[in-house]
Structure formats: C-alpha cells, structure tokens
C-alpha cells in the first residue's frame, strides 16, 4: 500500500504544471479536464490576483492566458505576462483570447508571450502548440531599455 503511495507522489512530482488563467469558468473547467487526462497538473485562476498567488507559490512549465479578465477596457492579460516573466522567465506563455488584435498580439509578443492564438481553439491545437514550445528552448522577452 505504501508502494503505490509513494509511486502515485512521484508520479504527480514529475507532471508539468499548467496554469490556466480565464475568466470563464467553462474555459477553465474544459481545459482543466482535458489537460490532466493528457498528463498535466493543472490550476486554474479566474481573476489577476488568483492568478499572481498561484505564480508567487508555483514554478509553472505554461501558462494559458486571456487577455480580457473582466469588462475593464484595458487588458490585464497584458500585466499578467509581466507577472509571469518576474517570477519565473523559463515558463512559457500562450495568449488564447477573442480579443485579439494586431496591435495587442505585438504588444503581448514585446512583453514575453510565446505564442498568440485566437479563440475559439481546438484543444488539440493548443496542446501541439504546447508540445513546440516545451521541445523548444525559451526564446529571451524583447524588454524596453
């Protein structure tokens, strides 16, 4: 009994940690299921403030990101990023968000997201896209001087 344990522990400390940070409940409840029955341990945050304890407390390899997290006109997803980049620059970020627009997907690239995608997107492409950017090594964050 101790066996199974120990390998159930050691199992769950090898998974990789997903953060899925969204403001609709469905997004997060979808992508939680899936994303652990593909090996994943995953979290969710609903809100900024959620989301920066998760960060502060957890070394996550991706975090998927809307850009919009409330009706506020700006985007906090934008901030987000930079929370992300602070605490740990090795995590790899994608932007999934309806509210994409040219300008906000350089912004989002400027400020260290991996990769920008629109929703809605099928689960399977944004897992392939996951898989690319964790074979692939983290590029540096272009920062203002």
């Known amino acids: 009994m101790w066996i199974g344990?120990?390998?159930k522990a050691s199992k769950?400390?090898?998974m990789p940690r997903l953060l899925v940070v969204d403001d609709e409940e469905s997004i997060c409840f979808s992508m939680s299921e899936y994303f652990s029955l593909h090996g994943y341990k995953v979290?969710?945050?609903?809100?900024?403030?959620?989301?920066e304890k998760l960060l502060e407390a957890t070394d996550y390899k991706v975090v998927i990101q809307d850009l919009r997290?409330?009706?506020?006109?700006n985007p906090d997803g934008l901030e987000i990023i930079k929370m992300?980049?602070?605490h740990n620059p090795?995590?790899?970020?994608?932007?999934l968000t309806a509210y994409g627009s040219t300008e906000m997907e350089d912004e989002a690239?400027?400020?260290?997201?991996?990769?920008f995608l629109r929703k809605p997107k099928p689960l399977s492409q944004v897992a392939q896209v996951i898989q690319g950017l964790l074979e692939s090594p983290p590029k540096q964050a272009a920062r203002p001087a």
Not at 43 to 51: F, G, I, M, N
Not at 69 to 73: E, G, I, N
Not at 90 to 95: E, F, L
């Open 5 to 7: 344990r120990e390998e």
């Open 43 to 51: 979290d969710t945050a609903r809100e900024p403030e959620e989301a």
């Open 69 to 73: 997290l409330s009706t506020a006109r």
């Open 84 to 86: 992300i980049r602070d």
């Open 109 to 115: 690239r400027r400020r260290g997201a991996d990769a």
């Open 12 to 14: 769950e400390a090898s």
């Open 90 to 95: 090795q995590t790899r970020i994608i932007v």
